[in-house]
């Protein structure tokens, strides 16, 4: 019996859903801003792969599903790495001292 590849990669994307889920949510406080920073890393790396996907049009109008899906990687990815550079900045707020308080 063969799997479907269609399911067998659904599979572990729902499964990744999870596992994404449960590890971003088991963080400590302290170690919010690190891994940030580390995700911001990954979203740059997707920008990358998505820029070299949206123009890697074999049609002749240019539009096809790897152009749409790869701005649509852009897009997102963009609004990931904007999301954390401003939770990583309120993060860091949180730890510096208030002027006038000891």
Known sequence: MEIDP???RLSIFILSIFV???VVWSVTPSLHTPLMSVTNAISS???VGAIIAALASTSEN???SSS???FLAIV???VNIFGGF???QRM???YKKKKGKK
């Open 62 to 64: 240019g539009f096809n």
């Open 6 to 8: 269609f399911i067998f």
């Open 92 to 94: 860091l707020q949180m």
């Open 76 to 78: 997102l990815a963009a």
């Open 20 to 22: 994404g889920y449960y």
């Open 45 to 47: 790396v997707i920008i």
């Open 86 to 88: 401003l939770v990583t």
């Open 68 to 70: 749409i899906f790869g």
